[in-house]
């Protein structure tokens, strides 16, 4: 049923809204990479198609076509297989990801901060990723960074993709929320500290797979407590895929019957996160 | 059917001061600025109940204009929820104003996107707008997913690149900003004028929006001011928020509701119910354009008297020049 309501909500040009309207890169992609776990079909050709069009010529992806710039959702793209997505696109678009970092850690900003005789903060030293160029980096997508380049990992390995990931996973840990768990990535205001979120502990556990801290274990106790109370459809497969990437997702799990999924990108990871198989390996999982 | 034209627009206003100014410079006697004062209601309503309704119907019939057959967004201030806070706008004062609008023939929709939360629905759903305002999902746009457009901006102050504005808020006839008064930890206080900040399309900046805070958040709220179409202020001084706002401060009963047509003149007004100096507030220089339309005189209040209903909300250190004089 979920899968009907994906291909329902497909545009006439082969993109998804994320609830209405227009086509945008992220909901295309999870519906993309959730039709393709169900095997190969024409809607997902179709998405595939829309994406490949809307490339950059950066190698990066805007959000949807009105947007003048690659950002964040290059990282999604990315999520796709190559074979589906086409090698050199995916390529293209790992290369982007690779030369995207947060403005608090480029050189011309410490040098700024530097020649003010402001001294360096610890994350300047690990750089993660910002919604936009020229911005700061935040949790999401950072996580969703890590995420891509885990995967391509496993096909193909480098150094300095390694060298991102590392870093990329330390700002996460600089900024798990007092507790555990993160928000979107400002842990206090003011002195006052700020809480964490269900949706971004997931993300960021998903993409702490493999790394090792007390402030892991702190922050998996924090996303089992969400995973209890929570009634986001979103939050929820976040906290499915954060703690599955730690093996901390009770084998019985499944959401509450009476949970809506509203969005695309909801009803899609909810369908990732259910299938067999390929489905399971999207995330790493 | 409202017309698309303000009492005295802004390039009048700018036209009209200048020309006050070069008369005072050429020594032509005290510069009298030609500004029609703008209207802003103040009512006491002291708590959230049933009476909200009738308050609500009557102040829109007063103050607002004609909206019949028009397409009317309300933009309440949706942030983050937690249990006992008063963080955001109270849904039976945004289903009352609804109603109210409703009422008056208007097509009204209630449309917000929220800076930190990605999942606005379920945030919604939290802070109790589903329970309160019936069938909330169709009547509601998530700003943050809207299809949006490039904009142009007519007078830009932000150093923002590029300025991209969802249809729904671009398509209003009357886009209302039902504002929570609260202090805020960057610009001192966030009212009608800075609650435009949620018509700014997640989907395109991020959560948090952070290209704004890059490029001069009281900037950015003029540039929203000057290229958002029609305008209309309410201020939920219910219970509003002091100290460390717009999240993490304390609960503070105002008993007030200020609304008026000119964001500029409500929010100066609201300032002074919360004993700010609204001319110490720096974004509502930069979205008036001129300290005229923040001054008491040139803003003819309705209903009840600022000094009858005026209490000082506590402002974190930072923000402490911006008390009154002679305020608590």
């Known amino acids: 049923m979920a899968i009907d309501n994906l291909l329902q909500r497909q545009n006439p040009d082969g993109g998804w809204p ?127 960074a890590i995420l891509a380049l885990q995967k391509n990992q496993q096909l193909r390995p480098s150094a300095a993709a390694q060298e991102r990931i590392d870093k990329g996973q330390a700002f996460l840990l600089l900024r798990t929320c007092q507790g555990g768990g993160w928000n979107h990535g400002g842990i206090n205001a003011l002195g006052y500290p700020s809480q964490a979120y269900p949706e971004t502990t997931g993300m960021a556990l998903a993409a702490l797979r493999g790394a090792r801290s007390p402030k892991i274990e702190e922050s998996l106790a924090a996303a089992r407590r969400f995973l209890g109370d929570c009634r986001s459809a979103d939050a929820l497969n976040w906290l499915r895929l954060g703690l599955r990437a730690h093996g901390q997702l009770p084998t019985e799990y499944c959401p509450p019957a009476d949970i809506v999924y509203r969005t695309v990108p909801e009803t899609s990871l909810d369908l990732v996160l259910t299938a067999t198989g390929w489905g399971r390996e999207i995330f790493g999982a | 059917m409202p017309e698309r034209k303000r009492d005295f627009t802004r390039r009048e206003f700018v036209a009209a001061g200048a020309g006050a100014a070069a008369l005072a410079s050429a020594g032509c006697g005290t510069a009298v600025v030609p500004l029609k004062p703008a209207e802003v209601t103040i009512v006491r309503a002291p708590a959230y109940d049933q009476s909200l309704y009738d308050t609500m119907r009557r102040l829109v019939a007063e103050q607002a204009p004609d909206v019949r057959g028009r397409t009317v967004v309300l933009k309440p201030n949706l942030v983050e929820f937690e249990p006992g806070s008063s963080i955001n706008t109270h849904p039976l004062l ?86 929570k ?117 040139n803003i003819l209040q309705r209903g009840e008297a600022i000094a009858a209903v005026a209490t000082p909300f506590q402002l974190i250190p930072l923000f402490q020049s911006l008390r009154m004089e002679g305020a608590a």
């Open chain 1, 18 to 144: 994320y609830r209405r309207g227009g086509s945008w890169v992220e909901p295309t992609v999870y519906a993309v990479l959730a039709l393709l776990a169900e095997g190969e079909t024409p809607a997902a050709r179709r998405g595939l198609a829309w994406l490949r069009s809307a490339r950059r010529s950066d190698g990066g992806w805007a959000p949807r076509a009105e947007v003048a710039e690659s950002t964040w959702v290059t990282a999604l793209v990315a999520l796709l297989p190559p074979e589906y997505l086409g090698e050199k696109l995916h390529h293209g678009a790992i290369s982007w990801l690779l030369g995207s970092e947060g403005r608090e850690s480029s050189t011309l900003y410490r040098v700024r901060e530097w020649l003010l005789g402001n001294p360096p903060t610890p994350d300047q030293q690990f750089p993660g990723w910002p919604w936009i160029a020229g911005t700061a980096a935040w949790v999401g997508p950072t996580s969703l």
């Open chain 2, 94 to 179: 945004v289903h009352a104003t609804f109603e109210a609008f409703r009422a008056r023939g208007a097509n009204v929709r209630i449309a917000e996107g929220p800076g930190h939360r990605r999942n606005t629905l379920d945030l919604a759903d939290a802070a109790g707008y589903f329970k309160t305002v019936p069938n909330f999902e169709d009547v509601f746009t998530d700003l943050n997913l809207d299809d949006v457009s490039r904009v142009r901006m007519e007078r830009q102050v932000s150093g923002l690149s590029k300025l991209y504005l969802p249809h729904t808020a671009l398509g209003a006839d009357l886009l209302v900003s039902m504002a």
């Open chain 2, 181 to 297: 008064m609260k202090t805020h930890h960057w610009v001192g206080a966030t009212l009608s004028l800075k609650n435009l900040f949620g018509t700014f399309p997640g989907g395109v900046y991020g959560w948090p929006k952070n290209p704004l805070h890059w490029a001069g958040i009281e900037e950015c709220i003029a540039d929203l001011h000057v290229t958002l179409p029609r305008q209309f202020a309410i201020v939920d001084g219910i219970v509003g928020m002091e100290g460390n706002g717009p999240i993490q401060g304390t609960p503070k009963a105002a008993g007030v509701i200020v609304a008026g047509r000119d964001p500029v003149a409500v929010d100066a007004t609201a300032c002074r119910i919360m004993r700010i100096d609204p001319l110490r507030v720096r974004y509502l220089h930069l979205c008036a354009s001129d300290e005229g339309r923040i001054l008491e005189r």
